[in-house]
């Protein structure tokens, strides 16, 4: 039993690292891309379809990715930037690379909810484009950015979990290594109890968070 919890404790840990690390950098690379979809697509503040199509069909394309097969694809990067292709660490790379389409997607869903008259009224007095997306677009979004956001967080828990096949650490490794080719099914059962814990847990505070943004407005 001692020997499950330790297990399981330190997993948990590679899990989260993953999960923080890989959020921050994901959401840097997710958020402009989402906010320039969103200001050259048709709709937007800036129309440029050309523009739009073509990050619209790179970000289509990158989501379109197997996680395994990216994460394969990009160990080279992975070496490059942290010298190894294995474990915790390298696992970020990959990791906030496949949530960046998914963050910008959802980036720009959001800021397609807010109502076009409040963007109306913005620029009829004379806010200029940057001054509509940080006062206008991201306030206004903010509880359906804070829900995208939290989706995010659970996908990844989800990916983190997929690249334990491949030597990607966490939980994920422990369930593969331990659980499942060491027919050790308490370990397997213990590492997927603490994931569905996880992403209940994630999910009742982002639901929190929403829910007491709506009540101020």
């Given at each position: 039993?001692?020997?499950i919890i330790?297990?399981?404790?330190?997993?948990?840990?590679?899990?989260?690292?993953?999960?923080?690390?890989?959020?921050?950098?994901?959401?840097?690379l997710g958020?402009?891309?989402?906010?320039?979809?969103y200001?050259?697509?048709?709709?937007?503040?800036?129309?440029?379809?050309?523009?739009?199509?073509?990050?619209?069909?790179?970000?289509?394309?990158?989501?379109?990715?197997?996680?395994?097969?990216?994460?394969?694809?990009?160990?080279?990067l992975?070496?490059?930037?942290?010298?190894?292709?294995?474990?915790?660490?390298?696992?970020?790379?990959?990791?906030?690379?496949?949530?960046?389409?998914?963050?910008?997607?959802?980036?720009?869903?959001?800021l397609?909810?807010?109502?076009?008259?409040?963007?109306q009224?913005?620029?009829?007095?004379?806010?200029?484009?940057?001054?509509?997306?940080?006062?206008?677009?991201?306030?206004e979004?903010l509880?359906?950015?804070?829900?995208?956001?939290?989706?995010?967080?659970?996908n990844?828990?989800?990916?983190?979990?997929?690249?334990?096949?491949?030597?990607?650490?966490?939980l994920?490794d422990?369930?593969?290594?331990?659980?499942?080719?060491?027919?050790?099914?308490?370990?397997?059962?213990?590492?997927?109890?603490?994931l569905?814990?996880?992403?209940?847990?994630?999910?009742?505070?982002?639901?929190?968070?929403?829910?007491?943004?709506?009540?101020?407005?």
């Open positions: 039993m001692n020997q330790t297990l399981v404790g330190t997993s948990t840990g590679q899990t989260l690292i993953m999960i923080f690390f890989s959020t921050i950098f994901s959401l840097l958020f402009p891309l989402g906010v320039l979809l200001v050259t697509s048709p709709t937007g503040i800036s129309p440029k379809p050309a523009l739009y199509q073509v990050l619209s069909r790179i970000v289509n394309a990158l989501r379109s990715f197997p996680f395994l097969i990216l994460m394969i694809l990009l160990f080279p992975s070496r490059l930037i942290l010298h190894t292709a294995i474990g915790t660490k390298a696992t970020i790379v990959p990791l906030s690379i496949a949530a960046a389409p998914f963050v910008a997607r959802i980036i720009e869903t959001s397609n909810e807010v109502d076009q008259g409040v963007i009224a913005a620029k009829a007095m004379g806010s200029t484009n940057l001054q509509i997306i940080t006062k206008v677009l991201i306030p979004a509880p359906s950015l804070v829900s995208g956001i939290t989706l995010t967080i659970i990844l828990i989800g990916y983190s979990a997929m690249a334990g096949a491949i030597g990607g650490g966490g994920g422990l369930a593969i290594r331990y659980g499942y080719q060491r027919f050790r099914t308490d370990v397997m059962i213990a590492s997927v109890v603490v569905l814990v996880m992403v209940e847990v994630i999910q009742l505070i982002g639901t929190l968070i929403v829910n007491r943004m709506l009540k101020k407005r």
